[in-house]
């Protein structure tokens, strides 16, 4: 199977059954991404536990890639320090920033799958949409 075939399948594994998409009550903090543009809503919800994130959830409706890319990073940032899911956040709006030059460093892993959607700049939004509203909440801590 080819690489970015693989990675739609992920990503449609991610839109199909999402990871950690549910209820926020009892979150510490809760921020809002929304896109008027396409109709993508999404919250995010962070559980603390000292400086850890301990839980990461969200809830909303959006686009298969908004879904997919909310579930990836609720998922890439639970048990993070702040400081560690604010440097990931960073490195996200960067990877999809700057195109697909080299100099650009690549996420971990588990994220490399948001790559088939990366040549789409329409797409971008979506994607990052999730990242927002998580630095927005770790701003607010």
């Known amino acids: 199977m ?14 199909r059954h999402p990871r950690n998409k549910g209820d926020l009550n009892g979150a510490d903090v809760v921020r809002r991404g929304h896109n008027p543009r396409c109709g993508d809503d999404i919250e995010v919800g ?15 409706r959006g686009c298969s890639v908004c879904i997919a890319a909310a579930s990836m990073m609720s998922e890439a940032v639970t048990g993070c320090s702040r400081q560690e899911a604010h440097h990931l956040s960073e490195e996200m709006h960067d990877w999809f920033g700057k195109g697909n030059g080299s100099d650009v460093n690549q996420p971990p892993d588990d994220l490399q799958a948001l790559s088939a959607v990366r040549e789409y700049p329409a797409r971008r939004r979506c994607v990052l949409l999730s990242w927002d509203a998580l630095t927005d909440a770790l701003e607010m801590l």
């Open 2 to 15: 080819a690489k970015n075939s693989f990675y739609k399948t992920v990503l449609m594994d991610h839109y």
């Open 46 to 60: 962070l559980y603390l536990q000292g400086d850890k994130l301990d839980q990461v959830k969200f809830r909303g």
